[in-house]
T-cell receptor
Framework: GAVVSQHPSRVICKSGTSVKIECRSL??????MFWYRQFPKQSLMLMAT?????????EQGVEKDKFLINHASLTLSTLTVTSAHPEDSSFYIC???????????????FGPGTRLTVL | GDSVTQMEGPVTLSEEAFLTINCTYT??????LFWYVQYPGEGLQLLLK?????DKGSNKGFEATYRKETTSFHLEKGSVQVSDSAVYFC????????????FGKGTSLLVTP
């Protein structure tokens, strides 16, 4: 149990296009999902916190108009990179925090990540 | 704000050697502490966790003890295997961050036969 999927796993796009990444919790409900970005050989940096049915909370320095996050249901959050540019190329990872009782342990389950390459 | 500092790698060990990866943290509240592992080409997996001081997390031969007095959560394993080669991330979360994880920079471990 506690599986989180991401789609696509890898995407290559042209500069100026938009890319949507989906994050799904397959066998549990997640009121909160997190989006992270990982640069090569570096740690994960939190981009935003997504709560079902409300607007996402973005970390300082993350452009909310560029990285659109939608959390329309308890099992799906999407990240759309709008007007992508080469500097947006990165590894994007989502995680889902399960609702109680798992939530009591602060446990997050991670998706496998999406490799975005912008040409 | 909260932060996590872990020893920089890469760490190279021979099979069956003893492993220690140091991790220290700063936090305003009472965080939960985690070790995550990322195998080559795969996503992050929770390795172990501890939710309060003096708790010991353990899994797959790995152990870490939540030391509030030294603000540390060092990862140890008595005898590493080649299959343990991966990147290890120390992390914390607390209610102040809305349970988002704050990660250390990661330590790459390579175990040679």
């Amino acid at each position: 149990g506690a599986v989180v999927s991401q789609h696509p796993s890898r995407v290559i796009c042209k500069s100026g296009t938009s890319v949507k990444i989906e994050c799904r919790s397959l066998d549990f409900q997640a009121t909160t999902m997190f989006w992270y970005r990982q640069f090569p050989k570096q740690s994960l940096m939190l981009m935003a916190t997504s709560n079902e049915g409300s607007k996402a909370t973005y970390e300082q320095g993350v452009e909310k108009d560029k990285f659109l996050i939608n959390h329309a249901s308890l099992t799906l959050s999407t990240l759309t990179v709008t007007s992508a540019h080469p500097e947006d190329s990165s590894f994007y990872i989502c995680s889902a925090r399960a609702t109680s009782p798992r939530a009591a342990y602060n446990e997050q389950f991670f998706g496998p990540g999406t490799r975005l390459t912008v040409l | 704000g909260d932060s996590v500092t872990q020893m920089e790698g890469p760490v190279t060990l021979s099979e069956e050697a003893f492993l220690t990866i140091n991790c220290t943290y700063t936090a305003t509240g009472y965080p939960s502490l985690f070790w995550y592992v990322q195998y080559p080409g795969e996503g992050l997996q929770l390795l172990l966790k501890a939710t309060k001081a003096d708790d010991k997390g353990s899994n797959k031969g790995f152990e870490a003890t939540y030391r509030k007095e030294t603000t540390s959560f060092h990862l140890e394993k008595g005898s590493v295997q080649v299959s343990d080669s991966a990147v290890y991330f120390c992390a914390l979360s607390d209610t102040y961050s809305g349970y988002a994880l704050n990660f250390g920079k990661g330590t790459s471990l390579l175990v040679t036969p």
